[in-house]
T-cell receptor, first 114, second 110 residues
Framework: DTEVTQTPKHLVMGMTNKKSLKCEQHMGHRAMYWYKQKAKKPPELMFVYSYEKLSINESVPSRFSPECPNSSLLNLHLHALQPEDSALYLC?????????????FGQGTRLTVV | GQSLEQPSEVTAVEGAIVQINCTYQTSGFYGLSWYQQHDGGAPTFLSYNALDGLEETGRFSSFLSRSDSYGYLLLQELQMKDSASYFCAVRMDSSYKLIFGSGTRLLVRP
């Protein structure tokens, strides 16, 4: 199983809503990532978890709150978002050791904030 | 800040060879990766260079020169399905941090 599964695929939320994005992988990878991607732009790193601990936060606003309940799951909790937060949110995982640097991406959640 | 620069767009003919360049300036460097992303799809891994030189994987090859902070992706025998965006990405250090370049949109014409 070389898949990273993200749910939901699409999400529309109001600026006062609270929602969560979910990501799951069963490859035994120890690093998991959240990226944000706007149209025609590169993926922009938000958070990195390694061994279930938050290791990198790229100065992301607190209205985005990541959580790693176990080694297979990664959540992104959303609260009080702004319309400019509308984007494709990508989850990825990687083994991370030595030459195993390949990152596997999920299909993403396309988020629209209204 | 970190910067990874790529040409924004490249056009080539089916069956031809195309080279996509990447120059980087990052505070750390562990290796250079390449990813392909079709419209509406997820990035998929193509190759990785940690050391200087050429890595070949089928029709795709990737090159790295650490002293020049430069790498490229070479696509041979282009096919229509190769039309996509291509991103170089730098693994910054042992912390798993992976930063993406600006991206190159490749259009393959018949």
């Amino acid at each position: 199983d070389t898949e990273v599964t993200q749910t939901p695929k699409h999400l529309v939320m109001g600026m006062t809503n609270k929602k969560s994005l979910k990501c799951e992988q069963h490859m035994g990878h120890r690093a998991m990532y959240w990226y944000k991607q706007k149209a025609k732009k590169p993926p922009e790193l938000m958070f990195v978890y390694s061994y279930e601990k938050l290791s990198i936060n790229e100065s992301v606003p607190s209205r985005f709150s990541p959580e790693c309940p176990n080694s297979s799951l990664l959540n992104l909790h959303l609260h009080a978002l702004q319309p400019e937060d509308s984007a494709l949110y990508l989850c990825a995982s990687s083994q991370g050791q030595g030459r195993n640097t390949e990152a596997f991406f999920g299909q993403g959640t396309r988020l629209t904030v209204v | 800040g970190q910067s990874l620069e790529q040409p924004s767009e490249v056009t080539a003919v089916e069956g031809a060879i195309v080279q996509i360049n990447c120059t980087y300036q990052t505070s750390g460097f562990y290796g250079l990766s390449w990813y392909q992303q079709h419209d509406g799809g997820a990035p998929t891994f193509l190759s990785y260079n940690a050391l200087d030189g050429l890595e070949e994987t089928g029709r795709f090859s990737s090159f790295l020169s650490r002293s020049d902070s430069y790498g490229y992706l070479l696509l041979q025998e282009l096919q229509m399905k190769d039309s996509a965006s291509y991103f170089c990405a730098v693994r910054m250090d042992s912390s798993y941090k992976l930063i993406f370049g600006s991206g190159t949109r490749l259009l393959v014409r018949p």
